[in-house]
């Protein structure tokens, strides 16, 4: 596609539910990151994705967390037993690889309810 | 641990003044970008910057990189309602990932 799509755009879930995010990145971009932004926060990063691999997870705050990227294109953000504190918006960008500079989807906001 | 302080965090101006955004860190950064972003979006490059010194403009947009690379400034000039929205720095961390370190923003509102 023309840019990063991230669905769905609003995500509002009750406490201790499971979530899934998802990104499609531009068509040919190796390289897929993750963000999380609070209100009034710059993004925080969570995981990168070289292909098919998760290249850097540390971004990760717990267990609770999970991303997959199975075909080296789409990949899905996976949030177990959601607490209040995951509420913001979960963004996904994507480059050609890790030399490049990112093209960001709108972001899911999610709120945890 | 690197971290990009931005100041100031919040700008209200009237059109056609001349503001500055200050990014600043202790840490040295391969390279930095700025980022510009509207409500519901999710950020828009507007410029990478990668050698000490270097300067670069974009229309009313100027950006520095300082010489030691640990700090970088925005200049706008006229400033427009359009340029409304948050501003965000972001440095390439030593990891060689492509990982970004983002500064908290900058919110800058511009009346008409």
């Known amino acids: 596609g023309a840019g990063v799509s991230q669905t769905p755009s609003n995500k509002v879930t009750e406490k201790g539910k499971y979530v899934e995010l998802r990104c499609d990145p531009i068509?040919?971009?190796?390289?897929l990151y993750w963000y999380r932004q609070s209100l009034g926060q710059g993004p925080e990063f969570l995981i990168y994705?070289?292909?098919?691999?998760?290249?850097?997870d540390s971004g990760l705050p717990n267990d609770r967390f999970f991303a997959v990227r199975p075909e080296g294109s789409v990949s899905t953000l996976k949030i177990q037993r959601t607490e209040r504190g995951d509420s913001a918006v979960y963004l996904c960008?994507?480059?050609?690889?890790?030399?490049?500079?990112?093209?960001f989807g709108s972001g899911t906001r999610l709120t945890v309810v | 641990t690197q971290l990009l302080e931005q100041s100031p965090q919040f700008l209200s101006i009237q059109e056609g003044e001349n503001l500055t955004v200050y990014c600043n860190s202790s840490?040295?950064?391969?390279?930095l970008q700025w980022y510009r972003q509207e409500p519901g979006e999710g950020p828009v490059l507007l410029v990478t910057v990668v050698t000490g010194g270097e300067v670069k403009k974009l229309k009313r947009l100027t950006f520095q990189f300082g010489d030691a690379r640990k700090d970088s400034s925005l200049h706008i000039t006229a400033a427009q309602t359009g340029d409304t929205g948050l501003y965000l720095c972001a440095g390439d961390d030593s990891s060689n990932t492509g990982k970004l370190i983002f500064g908290q923003g900058t919110t800058l509102q511009v009346k008409p």
């Open positions: 840490s040295v950064f391969s390279s």
């Open positions: 994705f070289q292909g098919t691999g998760a290249a850097d």
């Open positions: 068509s040919g971009h190796t390289a």
């Open positions: 960008a994507s480059s050609l690889d890790s030399n490049y500079g990112y093209t």
